[in-house]
């Protein structure tokens, strides 16, 4: 089954953001391809917001691992790199709180069928522990449409 | 994305491996890509390799970072060498804690603490 591409035809062209300043904070929206490389100018851009706000350290640093994890999960595992498919990342950047958004065109997951990788027997695989640093820096963590798109908050404090 | 200068430095001090990271951040795939096979062909360079990690300069590190290294753990096990991590800062270290890493390497406060630490 195809889809029209919900872009620019050429999946290496990312989509110029959509940025919207209000009195409550900034407003960022990215529609990019299965590339780290584009995946990380969203990072460093959304980041920069990030600073304006005069975030700390730790929140900082909490926010930028987060959001590697996020996007670099939707890209591998959501669109199974897959070039033709996109990420969607969204960022509410405020004084008080920074609420990203990362969706991917993938098939979706189940949060509780992803095995604990502190556990014994999963302590020495190289994988798994990504969607566990996100949940123990950010303040909240949900999924929707499926695990499809996955909406984290980060409160200034 | 091409990194311009080489992700590490590794330092001979008797038979140990000193490798020192040269960037701030052990994020990228194809960056991540590299160091691994670099860790790799230093452990298999020797029986019973030892190997000192020094994070001095380590800033970030992703899941697919702690994914390598455990990568590297499990070959310095299989041949019976050893493994020795040292100068996590603190906010990377509270990243081995939550996945509780902590536990699986040995991780000293110090490059000398780390060296004195090898069984000979």
Known sequence: MSHVSRNSPDPRRPAAPSITKTRYGTSMKYTIPSDFARGREVQTQILDEVQNFKYNSDSVFAIKLSLEEAIVNAIKHGNKLDMNKKVYVEALVGPDQVELTIEDDGPGFTRQDVPDPTSPENIEKCSGRGILLIEAYMTSVSWTNGGKKMIMIKRND | ?120
């Open chain 2, 1 to 120: 994305m091409s990194e311009q200068a080489p992700p590490l430095a590794v330092i001979h001090e008797k038979d140990i491996r000193i490798v020192e990271f040269m960037n701030s951040k052990i994020l990228d795939e194809a960056n991540i890509a590299e160091i691994g096979s670099t860790l790799n062909a230093l452990i298999d360079e020797v029986e019973q390799p030892k190997l000192l990690l020094d994070f001095a300069s380590v800033d970030h590190l992703s899941s697919a970072a702690l994914g390598m290294l455990i990568n590297a753990n499990n070959r310095i096990k299989q041949r019976n060498g050893q493994l020795r991590l040292a100068n996590i800062k603190s906010q990377i270290f509270e990243v081995f804690r939550i996945t509780k890493l902590d536990r699986l390497f040995r991780i000293y406060g110090t490059r000398d603490e780390a060296l004195a630490s090898f069984a000979m």
